[in-house]
Protein backbone atom coordinates (compact mmCIF):
# COMPACT_ATOMS: atom_id res chain seq x y z
CA UNK A 1 0.00 0.00 0.00
CA UNK A 2 1.32 3.78 -0.97
CA UNK A 3 2.38 5.96 2.00
CA UNK A 4 0.87 9.32 1.76
CA UNK A 5 -0.53 9.40 -1.32
CA UNK A 6 3.10 7.71 -3.03
CA UNK A 7 3.22 4.31 -5.26
CA UNK A 8 4.51 1.00 -3.45
CA UNK A 9 8.43 0.00 -4.40
CA UNK A 10 9.98 -3.05 -4.32
CA UNK A 11 11.79 -3.73 -1.03
CA UNK A 12 14.94 -2.91 -1.89
CA UNK A 13 17.48 -1.23 0.31
CA UNK A 14 19.94 1.46 -1.38
CA UNK A 15 20.87 3.65 1.46
CA UNK A 16 21.92 6.92 1.47
CA UNK A 17 21.94 9.66 4.15
CA UNK A 18 19.61 12.30 3.10
CA UNK A 19 21.59 16.13 2.22
CA UNK A 20 20.03 18.86 4.47
CA UNK A 21 16.47 19.46 3.94
CA UNK A 22 16.84 17.92 0.39
CA UNK A 23 15.36 14.31 -0.43
CA UNK A 24 12.69 12.17 1.32
CA UNK A 25 13.24 8.37 1.89
CA UNK A 26 10.70 6.62 -0.57
CA UNK A 27 8.60 4.33 1.03
CA UNK A 28 9.87 0.04 1.27
CA UNK A 29 12.91 1.70 -0.59
CA UNK A 30 14.93 3.50 1.63
CA UNK A 31 17.77 5.36 0.56
CA UNK A 32 -1.11 35.59 29.64
CA UNK A 33 -3.27 38.94 28.47
CA UNK A 34 -6.07 41.80 28.91
CA UNK A 35 -9.63 40.44 29.85
CA UNK A 36 -12.16 40.83 26.60
CA UNK A 37 -13.64 44.06 27.71
CA UNK A 38 -14.99 45.40 24.90
CA UNK A 39 -18.64 45.90 25.65
CA UNK A 40 -17.69 47.15 28.89
CA UNK A 41 -15.66 49.97 26.36
CA UNK A 42 -18.29 50.34 24.15
CA UNK A 43 -16.36 48.81 21.47
CA UNK A 44 -17.91 46.74 18.85
CA UNK A 45 -16.22 43.19 18.29
CA UNK A 46 -16.49 41.87 14.34
CA UNK A 47 -17.31 38.20 14.38
CA UNK A 48 -14.63 35.88 12.54
CA UNK A 49 -15.43 34.81 9.30
CA UNK A 50 -17.10 31.69 9.54
CA UNK A 51 -17.32 28.81 6.97
CA UNK A 52 -20.29 26.13 7.53
CA UNK A 53 -17.70 23.39 6.64
CA UNK A 54 -15.03 24.26 8.88
CA UNK A 55 -14.58 23.22 12.72
CA UNK A 56 -13.94 26.57 14.62
CA UNK A 57 -13.45 24.76 18.30
CA UNK A 58 -15.91 26.97 19.57
CA UNK A 59 -17.80 24.27 21.10
CA UNK A 60 -14.98 21.83 22.19
CA UNK A 61 -13.12 22.13 25.53
CA UNK A 62 -9.41 22.05 25.99
CA UNK A 63 -9.20 18.21 26.19
CA UNK A 64 -11.50 17.48 23.42
CA UNK A 65 -9.53 19.64 21.26
CA UNK A 66 -6.31 17.87 21.83
CA UNK A 67 -8.01 14.81 21.50
CA UNK A 68 -8.91 15.87 18.13
CA UNK A 69 -5.55 16.94 17.32
CA UNK A 70 -3.95 14.01 18.37
CA UNK A 71 -6.06 12.19 15.94
CA UNK A 72 -5.13 15.02 13.31
CA UNK A 73 -1.57 14.04 13.97
CA UNK A 74 -2.02 10.53 13.20
CA UNK A 75 -3.27 11.40 9.72
CA UNK A 76 -0.68 14.23 9.30
CA UNK A 77 2.01 12.07 9.97
CA UNK A 78 0.97 9.34 6.46
CA UNK A 79 0.28 12.33 4.45
CA UNK A 80 2.95 13.25 1.71
CA UNK A 81 5.22 16.58 1.78
CA UNK A 82 3.74 17.79 -0.96
CA UNK A 83 -0.03 17.43 0.09
CA UNK A 84 0.91 19.67 3.62
CA UNK A 85 2.49 22.20 0.72
CA UNK A 86 -0.43 22.42 -0.75
CA UNK A 87 -2.25 23.21 1.64
CA UNK A 88 -0.04 25.64 2.73
CA UNK A 89 0.27 27.36 -0.75
CA UNK A 90 -3.61 28.26 -0.39
CA UNK A 91 -3.01 30.15 2.95
CA UNK A 92 -2.07 33.14 1.39
CA UNK A 93 -4.98 33.67 -0.81
CA UNK A 94 -7.48 32.64 2.40
CA UNK A 95 -6.09 35.55 3.81
CA UNK A 96 -6.47 37.76 1.34
CA UNK A 97 -10.41 36.89 0.99
CA UNK A 98 -10.31 37.28 4.93
CA UNK A 99 -8.33 40.78 4.84
CA UNK A 100 -11.25 43.48 5.59
CA UNK A 101 -12.58 41.19 7.82
CA UNK A 102 -8.79 40.81 9.70
CA UNK A 103 -8.13 44.98 9.54
CA UNK A 104 -11.93 45.27 10.92
CA UNK A 105 -10.92 42.70 14.23
CA UNK A 106 -7.23 44.64 14.80
CA UNK A 107 -8.95 47.69 14.88
CA UNK A 108 -10.98 46.95 17.48
CA UNK A 109 -8.81 44.56 19.65
CA UNK A 110 -6.39 47.77 19.48
CA UNK A 111 -8.97 49.92 20.49
CA UNK A 112 -9.71 47.78 23.66
CA UNK A 113 -6.44 47.37 24.40
CA UNK A 114 -5.83 51.75 24.52
CA UNK A 115 -9.12 51.51 26.12
CA UNK A 116 -7.85 49.17 29.04
CA UNK A 117 -4.69 51.12 29.25
CA UNK A 118 -1.59 48.94 27.90
CA UNK A 119 0.84 51.25 26.73
CA UNK A 120 1.28 52.32 23.22
CA UNK A 121 4.47 50.63 22.16
CA UNK A 122 2.49 47.40 23.01
CA UNK A 123 -0.50 48.57 21.46
CA UNK A 124 1.51 49.11 18.20
CA UNK A 125 2.79 45.60 18.70
CA UNK A 126 -0.60 44.13 18.03
CA UNK A 127 -1.00 46.46 14.38
CA UNK A 128 -1.66 43.79 11.52
CA UNK A 129 -0.28 47.00 9.11
CA UNK A 130 -0.27 46.71 5.37
CA UNK A 131 3.34 45.56 5.44
CA UNK A 132 2.33 43.24 7.90
CA UNK A 133 -0.15 41.91 6.47
CA UNK A 134 1.68 41.25 3.13
CA UNK A 135 4.90 40.05 5.52
CA UNK A 136 2.54 37.04 6.81
CA UNK A 137 1.44 36.52 3.44
CA UNK A 138 5.17 36.20 1.97
CA UNK A 139 6.34 33.88 5.36
CA UNK A 140 3.57 31.61 4.36
CA UNK A 141 4.69 31.19 0.73
CA UNK A 142 8.19 30.86 1.90
CA UNK A 143 7.54 28.13 4.49
CA UNK A 144 5.28 26.08 2.31
CA UNK A 145 8.14 26.27 -0.42
CA UNK A 146 10.98 24.71 1.66
CA UNK A 147 12.08 21.19 1.36
CA UNK A 148 10.11 18.52 3.32
CA UNK A 149 11.75 18.28 6.74
CA UNK A 150 9.58 14.70 7.38
CA UNK A 151 10.88 10.86 5.67
CA UNK A 152 14.56 12.68 5.63
CA UNK A 153 17.07 9.58 6.04
CA UNK A 154 19.66 11.02 8.62
CA UNK A 155 21.98 8.04 9.06
CA UNK A 156 22.08 4.29 8.08
CA UNK A 157 24.11 1.48 7.80
CA UNK A 158 24.24 -2.24 6.48
CA UNK A 159 25.49 -4.35 9.97
CA UNK A 160 27.47 -7.33 9.14
CA UNK A 161 24.39 -9.52 9.14
CA UNK A 162 22.80 -8.10 6.46
CA UNK A 163 20.20 -5.89 8.58
CA UNK A 164 19.39 -3.01 6.64
CA UNK A 165 19.42 0.06 9.39
CA UNK A 166 18.06 4.19 8.98
CA UNK A 167 17.19 6.44 11.44
CA UNK A 168 14.51 8.84 9.22
CA UNK A 169 13.03 12.22 10.48
CA UNK A 170 9.01 12.14 11.83
CA UNK A 171 6.71 14.77 12.92
CA UNK A 172 6.93 15.22 16.49
CA UNK A 173 3.02 14.98 17.34
CA UNK A 174 0.61 17.89 18.89
CA UNK A 175 2.66 21.18 19.73
CA UNK A 176 1.02 23.64 21.97
CA UNK A 177 1.99 27.26 21.35
CA UNK A 178 1.22 29.87 24.00
CA UNK A 179 2.01 33.54 22.70
CA UNK A 180 1.59 36.96 23.51
CA UNK A 181 0.94 40.18 21.45
CA UNK A 182 1.89 39.59 17.68
CA UNK A 183 -0.83 38.35 15.23
CA UNK A 184 1.88 37.21 13.27
CA UNK A 185 3.05 34.64 15.46
CA UNK A 186 -0.76 33.05 14.67
CA UNK A 187 -0.01 32.55 10.67
CA UNK A 188 3.91 31.88 11.60
CA UNK A 189 3.45 29.33 14.02
CA UNK A 190 0.57 27.18 11.98
CA UNK A 191 2.73 26.85 8.82
CA UNK A 192 5.81 25.99 10.80
CA UNK A 193 4.16 23.38 12.46
CA UNK A 194 1.91 21.92 9.29
CA UNK A 195 5.05 22.09 7.15
CA UNK A 196 6.97 19.74 9.90
CA UNK A 197 3.72 17.20 10.39
CA UNK A 198 2.03 18.41 13.48
CA UNK A 199 -0.54 19.10 14.63
CA UNK A 200 -1.63 22.56 16.48
CA UNK A 201 -3.32 24.29 19.51
CA UNK A 202 -2.67 27.89 19.21
CA UNK A 203 -3.61 30.03 22.45
CA UNK A 204 -2.91 33.82 21.62
CA UNK A 205 -3.08 36.58 24.04
CA UNK A 206 -6.46 37.95 24.42
CA UNK A 207 -5.54 41.28 23.41
CA UNK A 208 -5.64 39.71 20.22
CA UNK A 209 -7.83 37.74 20.38
CA UNK A 210 -10.43 38.64 17.62
CA UNK A 211 -7.16 39.44 15.02
CA UNK A 212 -5.71 35.59 15.86
CA UNK A 213 -9.55 34.39 15.04
CA UNK A 214 -10.19 35.68 11.89
CA UNK A 215 -6.29 34.51 10.80
CA UNK A 216 -6.95 31.04 12.16
CA UNK A 217 -10.41 30.89 10.24
CA UNK A 218 -9.03 31.35 7.72
CA UNK A 219 -6.01 28.70 7.65
CA UNK A 220 -8.50 26.31 8.90
CA UNK A 221 -10.93 26.67 5.95
CA UNK A 222 -7.47 26.55 3.59
CA UNK A 223 -6.17 23.35 5.19
CA UNK A 224 -9.25 21.48 5.40
CA UNK A 225 -10.24 22.55 1.61
CA UNK A 226 -7.00 21.11 0.86
CA UNK A 227 -7.60 17.72 2.18
CA UNK A 228 -5.68 18.26 5.56
CA UNK A 229 -7.43 16.38 8.35
CA UNK A 230 -9.92 18.25 11.33
CA UNK A 231 -8.05 19.56 14.56
CA UNK A 232 -4.88 19.92 12.05
CA UNK A 233 -4.97 23.75 13.46
CA UNK A 234 -7.07 24.74 16.13
CA UNK A 235 -7.37 27.73 18.41
CA UNK A 236 -8.14 27.75 22.30
CA UNK A 237 -10.33 30.93 22.24
CA UNK A 238 -11.66 31.02 25.77
CA UNK A 239 -9.88 34.20 27.67
CA UNK A 240 -8.52 33.75 30.89
CA UNK A 241 -5.84 31.52 32.34
CA UNK A 242 -7.95 28.56 33.12
CA UNK A 243 -7.97 27.16 29.53
CA UNK A 244 -3.91 27.38 29.68
CA UNK A 245 -3.49 25.69 33.11
CA UNK A 246 -5.85 23.31 31.22
CA UNK A 247 -3.48 22.78 28.39
CA UNK A 248 -0.04 22.40 29.89
CA UNK A 249 -1.76 19.18 31.99
CA UNK A 250 -2.72 17.31 29.21
CA UNK A 251 0.27 15.22 28.84
CA UNK A 252 -0.22 12.17 27.04
CA UNK A 253 -1.69 14.22 24.14
CA UNK A 254 0.32 17.51 23.53
CA UNK A 255 3.83 16.61 23.12
CA UNK A 256 5.90 19.67 23.39
CA UNK A 257 4.57 23.08 24.65
CA UNK A 258 6.39 26.61 23.01
CA UNK A 259 5.75 29.79 25.00
CA UNK A 260 6.39 32.83 23.14
CA UNK A 261 6.50 36.56 24.80
CA UNK A 262 8.20 37.80 27.92
CA UNK A 263 10.35 36.24 30.61
CA UNK A 264 7.46 36.02 33.01
CA UNK A 265 4.66 34.23 30.60
CA UNK A 266 8.20 31.71 29.41
CA UNK A 267 8.59 31.35 33.77
CA UNK A 268 5.25 30.73 34.24
CA UNK A 269 4.35 27.78 31.36
CA UNK A 270 8.04 25.94 32.80
CA UNK A 271 6.81 25.96 36.18
CA UNK A 272 3.05 25.02 35.24
CA UNK A 273 3.85 22.75 32.17
CA UNK A 274 3.72 18.80 32.83
CA UNK A 275 4.91 18.62 29.07
CA UNK A 276 8.10 19.38 27.74
CA UNK A 277 8.99 23.41 27.06
CA UNK A 278 10.67 24.29 24.35
CA UNK A 279 11.40 27.65 26.06
CA UNK A 280 12.21 31.15 24.34
CA UNK A 281 14.33 33.44 27.62
CA UNK A 282 15.61 36.82 26.90
CA UNK A 283 17.14 38.09 24.44
CA UNK A 284 20.75 39.79 26.70
CA UNK A 285 22.82 40.05 23.47
CA UNK A 286 26.34 41.38 23.08
CA UNK A 287 28.70 42.71 20.74
CA UNK A 288 32.35 42.41 21.61
CA UNK A 289 34.89 44.80 19.53
CA UNK A 290 38.02 43.44 19.59
CA UNK A 291 41.26 45.82 19.28
CA UNK A 292 41.43 45.59 15.15
CA UNK A 293 37.78 45.79 14.78
CA UNK A 294 37.71 48.41 11.99
CA UNK A 295 35.82 51.95 13.27
CA UNK A 296 32.94 52.14 10.32
CA UNK A 297 32.05 48.76 10.42
CA UNK A 298 32.14 48.54 13.95
CA UNK A 299 30.07 51.20 14.46
CA UNK A 300 27.61 50.19 11.68
CA UNK A 301 27.36 47.00 12.89
CA UNK A 302 26.23 48.23 16.71
CA UNK A 303 24.01 50.70 15.80
CA UNK A 304 22.11 48.11 13.17
CA UNK A 305 22.19 45.39 16.07
CA UNK A 306 20.77 48.00 18.76
CA UNK A 307 18.47 50.31 16.51
CA UNK A 308 16.74 48.32 13.87
CA UNK A 309 14.21 47.44 16.15
CA UNK A 310 14.61 48.23 19.56
CA UNK A 311 11.90 45.69 21.24
CA UNK A 312 12.81 42.28 19.85
CA UNK A 313 14.83 39.88 21.43
CA UNK A 314 18.12 39.39 18.87
CA UNK A 315 18.53 43.47 19.45
CA UNK A 316 22.06 44.23 21.30
CA UNK A 317 21.86 45.01 24.76
CA UNK A 318 25.42 45.57 26.12
CA UNK A 319 28.20 46.71 23.82
CA UNK A 320 31.67 45.62 25.04
CA UNK A 321 34.58 47.81 23.72
CA UNK A 322 38.73 45.99 24.08
CA UNK A 323 40.83 48.40 26.21
CA UNK A 324 43.08 48.69 23.57
CA UNK A 325 40.96 50.10 20.71
CA UNK A 326 38.28 52.19 23.32
CA UNK A 327 39.82 55.73 23.22
CA UNK A 328 39.21 55.12 19.17
CA UNK A 329 36.03 53.62 19.35
CA UNK A 330 34.12 54.97 22.47
CA UNK A 331 33.45 58.45 21.36
CA UNK A 332 32.74 57.18 17.86
CA UNK A 333 30.18 54.95 19.41
CA UNK A 334 28.67 57.52 21.79
CA UNK A 335 28.26 59.89 18.95
CA UNK A 336 26.46 57.49 16.87
CA UNK A 337 24.20 56.36 19.64
CA UNK A 338 23.55 60.22 20.10
CA UNK A 339 22.21 60.57 16.61
CA UNK A 340 19.85 57.45 17.27
CA UNK A 341 18.64 59.05 20.58
CA UNK A 342 19.92 55.92 22.28
CA UNK A 343 20.46 56.33 26.14
CA UNK A 344 24.45 54.72 27.05
CA UNK A 345 25.33 53.48 30.15
CA UNK A 346 28.58 52.77 30.97
CA UNK A 347 31.33 51.35 32.92
CA UNK A 348 33.75 53.11 35.51
CA UNK A 349 36.17 52.94 32.07
CA UNK A 350 34.34 54.06 29.93
CA UNK A 351 32.97 57.11 31.97
CA UNK A 352 36.48 57.91 32.10
CA UNK A 353 36.58 58.71 28.41
CA UNK A 354 33.38 59.86 28.00
CA UNK A 355 32.45 61.40 31.32
CA UNK A 356 28.24 62.18 30.36
CA UNK A 357 27.29 58.19 29.78
CA UNK A 358 25.25 57.44 33.04
CA UNK A 359 26.65 55.44 35.26
CA UNK A 360 25.81 51.54 35.02
CA UNK A 361 24.56 49.58 37.84
CA UNK A 362 25.40 45.98 38.15
CA UNK A 363 21.06 45.82 37.72
CA UNK A 364 22.45 46.57 33.63
CA UNK A 365 23.94 43.65 32.80
CA UNK A 366 21.35 41.14 33.28
CA UNK A 367 18.66 43.19 31.66
CA UNK A 368 17.03 42.83 28.49
CA UNK A 369 15.87 46.39 28.19
CA UNK A 370 13.96 46.26 24.84
CA UNK A 371 14.25 49.50 24.33
CA UNK A 372 16.85 52.77 23.23
CA UNK A 373 19.11 51.99 26.01
CA UNK A 374 22.63 50.29 26.21
CA UNK A 375 24.77 49.51 28.48
CA UNK A 376 28.88 49.67 27.58
CA UNK A 377 31.69 48.01 28.89
CA UNK A 378 35.75 48.40 28.60
CA UNK A 379 37.04 44.75 28.93
CA UNK A 380 40.73 43.68 28.69
CA UNK A 381 40.84 41.15 26.11
CA UNK A 382 39.29 38.54 24.67
CA UNK A 383 39.12 35.89 27.39
CA UNK A 384 37.81 38.66 29.46
CA UNK A 385 34.90 39.25 26.70
CA UNK A 386 34.29 35.87 26.50
CA UNK A 387 34.01 35.15 30.42
CA UNK A 388 31.35 38.64 30.75
CA UNK A 389 29.29 37.22 27.90
CA UNK A 390 28.96 34.11 29.05
CA UNK A 391 28.69 35.23 32.90
CA UNK A 392 25.58 37.65 32.03
CA UNK A 393 24.36 36.97 28.78
CA UNK A 394 20.84 34.51 28.26
CA UNK A 395 22.74 32.60 25.52
CA UNK A 396 20.63 33.80 22.76
CA UNK A 397 22.80 35.77 20.10
CA UNK A 398 26.11 37.14 20.67
CA UNK A 399 29.05 38.62 18.16
CA UNK A 400 32.49 39.66 17.64
CA UNK A 401 34.00 42.06 15.29
CA UNK A 402 37.40 41.43 14.19
CA UNK A 403 39.95 41.19 11.52
CA UNK A 404 41.84 38.12 12.94
CA UNK A 405 40.53 34.64 11.83
CA UNK A 406 42.04 32.84 14.91
CA UNK A 407 39.87 35.63 17.57
CA UNK A 408 36.92 34.86 15.52
CA UNK A 409 37.03 31.13 16.12
CA UNK A 410 38.28 30.77 19.53
CA UNK A 411 35.11 33.45 20.45
CA UNK A 412 32.56 31.15 18.47
CA UNK A 413 33.91 28.22 20.58
CA UNK A 414 34.15 29.76 23.56
CA UNK A 415 30.52 31.62 23.78
CA UNK A 416 27.52 29.57 24.84
CA UNK A 417 24.98 31.04 22.74
CA UNK A 418 22.40 29.69 20.57
CA UNK A 419 23.70 31.87 17.76
CA UNK A 420 27.42 33.66 17.47
CA UNK A 421 27.84 36.12 15.16
CA UNK A 422 31.15 37.02 13.48
CA UNK A 423 31.31 40.48 11.87
CA UNK A 424 27.51 40.41 11.25
CA UNK A 425 24.49 42.03 12.73
CA UNK A 426 22.67 40.18 15.88
CA UNK A 427 19.82 41.57 14.24
CA UNK A 428 20.02 38.47 12.10
CA UNK A 429 19.92 35.80 14.14
CA UNK A 430 16.99 34.48 12.80
CA UNK A 431 14.86 31.64 10.91
CA UNK A 432 14.64 34.21 7.98
CA UNK A 433 18.32 35.40 7.46
CA UNK A 434 19.29 31.72 8.32
CA UNK A 435 17.10 30.37 4.61
CA UNK A 436 14.57 29.08 7.54
CA UNK A 437 11.43 30.86 6.21
CA UNK A 438 9.23 31.55 9.30
CA UNK A 439 9.76 30.50 13.09
CA UNK A 440 7.97 29.89 15.82
CA UNK A 441 10.65 31.11 18.44
CA UNK A 442 14.93 31.27 19.30
CA UNK A 443 15.12 28.52 21.76
CA UNK A 444 17.54 29.29 24.43
CA UNK A 445 17.36 25.86 25.28
CA UNK A 446 19.86 23.12 24.34
CA UNK A 447 17.65 19.96 24.12
CA UNK A 448 16.43 19.33 21.01
CA UNK A 449 16.25 22.82 19.57
CA UNK A 450 18.74 25.37 20.12
CA UNK A 451 17.98 28.68 17.98
CA UNK A 452 15.47 29.93 15.34
CA UNK A 453 12.72 27.11 15.96
CA UNK A 454 11.74 26.28 11.95
CA UNK A 455 9.71 23.41 10.53
CA UNK A 456 13.05 21.20 10.64
CA UNK A 457 13.23 21.96 14.56
CA UNK A 458 9.87 20.15 15.05
CA UNK A 459 10.26 17.21 13.99
CA UNK A 460 11.72 13.60 15.76
CA UNK A 461 13.01 10.68 14.14
CA UNK A 462 12.04 7.08 14.42
CA UNK A 463 14.74 3.97 13.51
CA UNK A 464 13.47 1.75 11.27
CA UNK A 465 15.28 -1.44 10.67
CA UNK A 466 15.59 -3.66 7.28
CA UNK A 467 15.61 -7.56 7.28
CA UNK A 468 14.97 -11.01 5.58
CA UNK A 469 13.86 -12.78 7.98
CA UNK A 470 16.39 -12.13 10.66
CA UNK A 471 16.05 -12.85 13.94
CA UNK A 472 17.79 -12.62 17.23
CA UNK A 473 20.73 -15.72 17.61
Not at 188 to 214: M, W
Not at 397 to 414: K, P, S, Y
Not at 455 to 468: D, F, M, N
Request: proline letters at 6%; aromatic letters at 4%; glycine letters at 8%.
Amino acid sequence: MGHGGREDHALVFEFQVSPPLDTRHPTLDPVFSIDDTAAAHGVPRPGPVMDDNVNHDTQLTVREMAQQARAAARTLATLSGEARARALAAMPAALQEAKDALMAANQADMAVARAAGLAEPLVKRLAVTDKVFRYMQDRLEEVAALPDPVGRTLEGQVRPNGLRVCRVSVPIGVIGIIYESRPNVTTDAAAVCLKSGNAVILRGGSEALQTNQVLADAMIAATTANGMPDGTIQMVRTPGHEAVRELLHLEGLIDVIIPRGGKELVRTVAAESRIPVIKHFEGICHLYLAPDAPTEMAVALAVNSKCERVEVCNALEKLLIDAECAPRLLPAVVQAFAAQKVELRGCPRCRELEPGLTSATDEDWTTEYLAPILTVKIVDGLDDAIRHINTYGSGHTDGIVTQRLDWAERFVAAVDSASVMVNASTRLSGGGDYGMGAVVGISTDKLHARGPVGPRELTSYKWIAYGAGHLRG
